[in-house]
């Protein structure tokens, strides 16, 4: 249990899309009040915080962001270690350095170190929540469903499905991955703030007969996310449409498994056509921006008016997609999606950005009301961020003018050195004193 406590400082949450009007709530001198069991109970301006909570301890953040915590909605627990291994491509790259570092999480030990590791990089860089592929190996996703429950974190993962072209030791079957999932959802799906992810790494490492087991497990388990990746690279569009010469597309091929719906969610869609943008509308899924990774293996631009064309808006997430992305901040990647943005000729605002990277994300993750908010009754995962945390930040902060001056500075200039604080349930687990 979290004792109840005060968090005070600049606080900024989103009601809805800053695109609409109201949506951003910010106080310059605002408060959080956290219950006994990690719930928030209240926010909003400190001098008008209720007078039940005049006797809970605060912590005073004065000049500092507290908002709710990062979530990255697409991230490689097993490939921490090789983050900024440099390839020609994504099929390279994964032949390379991917498929044989994930080998190596078939070893428990090995796998329970690494999820720590992990978690501790998440929080230091102020994500307090993700999804979170993992390796083909079952052992892998549980330590890691294990390292989270330890730390009462909100996270979402799942055994990767993978039975064909990558090296044997990486493989699964189709009957043994349906099994091996099944058997993890039974185990993990919705206890404490864990949930799971039915995870297909993509077309190209699965046999029709392994997605359509996936489709059926995403069937008969309503409340797990389907977790993949769609229309990354050129080479793999061209694989795709080998294996499946019958596919209108490569989003064709998910749908016609039955694994697009309002809990899917696929990283990248760089290159995907009309149709495809209708399909996945119209199916409710969601398509996860990863520019640090998008530009470090030289995929493409995504872009993002495109997507969220109005008529058949796609739902957009942001994420980092390390290890092929290049940063655990996403401030960092926040930054890059507005130079990815620039370069499409696109509007991409720091509250655009923000947005996404909490509520946005929350939404298309199907956790709404429980994180990316300050509003009652969501869980206080909160950072607290320092706009002046290095030299540089400090003579840009003295410009600022604005709140979305501040935050555009934090995007483009933040990473880790800017996270002050960082709460789970409101039981500050990092923090610079
Ligand atoms: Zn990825």
Same mark, same amino acid.
């Given at each position: 249990m979290t004792s109840a406590r005060i968090v005070r400082g600049r606080t900024l949450s989103f009601r809805d899309d800053p695109?609409? @009007?109201d949506a951003v709530v910010s106080h310059d001198d605002g408060a959080v009040a956290v219950r006994d069991d990690g719930r #928030?109970? %209240? &926010?909003?301006?400190?001098? @008008? /915080?209720p007078a039940q909570f005049s006797s809970t301890a605060i912590d005073h953040f004065p000049d500092q962001i507290i908002m709710p915590g990062f979530i990255d909605a697409h991230v490689h627990f097993p490939q921490h270690r090789m983050i900024a291994a440099p390839a020609e491509d994504l099929l390279a790259w994964l032949n390379r350095f991917a498929f044989h570092e994930e080998a190596r999480y078939g070893e428990a030990a090995f796998a329970a170190a690494a999820a720590e590791r992990f978690l501790d990089k998440l929080i230091s860089h102020g994500t307090t929540s993700a999804l979170a592929f993992s390796s083909v190996h079952k052992v892998a996703a549980h330590s890691l469903f294990v390292a989270a429950q330890r730390r009462g974190l909100c996270l979402i993962t799942?055994?990767?499905l993978m039975d064909r072209n990558a090296p044997d030791e990486i493989l699964d079957t189709a009957e043994g991955g349906a099994r091996d999932s099944a058997d993890l959802i039974a185990r993990w799906h919705g206890v404490d703030r864990l949930r799971y992810a039915i995870t297909v790494r993509f077309a190209v490492t699965s046999s029709e007969a392994q997605l359509r087991a996936a489709g059926d497990l995403y069937a008969d388990n309503p409340g797990c996310l389907m977790h993949t990746h769609v229309s990354e690279s050129a080479g793999e #569009? @061209?694989?795709v449409k080998q294996q499946f010469p %019958? &596919?209108?597309d490569y989003t064709d091929v998910y749908d016609h498994f039955g694994l697009l719906g309002g809990n899917s969610v696929l990283a990248h869609g760089l290159h995907l056509s009309e149709r495809e943008c209708q399909v996945l509308h119209d199916t409710g899924a969601m398509v996860v921006h990863c520019p640090t990774s998008n530009n470090? /293996?030289? &995929?493409?631009l995504f872009d993002i008016d495109h997507l969220r064309a109005p008529g058949r808006p796609v739902k957009v997430g942001v994420a980092t997609d390390v290890a092929g992305g290049t940063s655990y901040s996403m401030l960092q990647t926040l930054g890059e999606a507005y130079k990815v943005a620039m370069l499409k000729g696109r509007k991409f605002t720091a509250l655009d950005g923000f947005y996404l990277a909490t509520l946005g994300n929350a939404r298309g993750l199907g956790l709404a009301g429980e994180i990316g908010t300050l509003e009652r009754?969501? %869980?206080? @995962? /909160? =950072? =607290?961020l320092d706009p002046a945390a290095t030299e540089v930040m400090a003579a840009r902060d003295e410009l600022s003018e604005s709140l979305e001056d501040t935050l555009f500075a934090l995007m483009m200039l933040g990473d880790d050195r800017a996270v002050r604080a960082v709460y789970i349930k409101g039981g500050k687990v990092h923090g610079k004193e």
């Open positions: 695109r609409r @009007d #928030i109970e %209240w &926010s909003g301006p400190y001098p @008008d /915080l799942g055994k990767t #569009i @061209d694989f %019958w &596919s209108r470090f /293996l030289g &995929s493409g009754g969501a %869980w206080a @995962d /909160l =950072v =607290v």
